[in-house]
Nanobody, 121 residues
Framework: QVQLVESGGGAVQAGGSLRLSCAASGIIFSIDVMGWYRQAPGKQRELVATITTGGTTNYADSVKGRFTISRDNAKNTVYLQMNSLKPEDTAVYYC???????????????WGQGTQVTVSS
């Protein structure tokens, strides 16, 4: 199976930066889509950004121009560089992987445990 392990969360002041990382472990041939979602207290989980194996990216309007997603296909790792952080970016950030090809099957909608990002004003 696939395990997604996030790192890089923490607390920062508004205007600061953080970089999240997520490594997928297990016997993995490829992962079509990797990305990040977030969930703030009392709100639904929402898309932040995704990236395909070929490098096609998709961003939420609220983070365009401030966040950059990237990935290392050889390491099955995805990154999220977050700049110009705002208090409204405070949330638990979850790593996401879809269509992960492993021996005998393809896994859909895999999630990490989440990492807290707190931005103070």
């Amino acid at each position: 199976q696939v395990q997604l392990v996030e790192s890089g969360g923490g607390a920062v002041q508004a205007g600061g930066s953080l970089r999240l990382s997520c490594a997928a472990s297990g016997i993995i041939f490829s992962i079509d889509v990797m990305g990040w979602y977030r969930q703030a207290p009392g709100k639904q989980r929402e898309l932040v950004a995704t990236i395909t194996t070929g490098g096609t990216t998709n961003y939420a309007d609220s983070v365009k121009g401030r966040f950059t997603i990237s990935r290392d296909n050889a390491k099955n790792t995805v990154y999220l560089q977050m700049n110009s952080l705002k208090p409204e970016d405070t949330a638990v950030y979850y790593c996401y992987a879809d269509r992960a090809r492993v021996p005998t099957t393809t896994l859909l909608d895999c999630w990490g445990q989440g990492t807290q990002v707190t931005v103070s004003s």
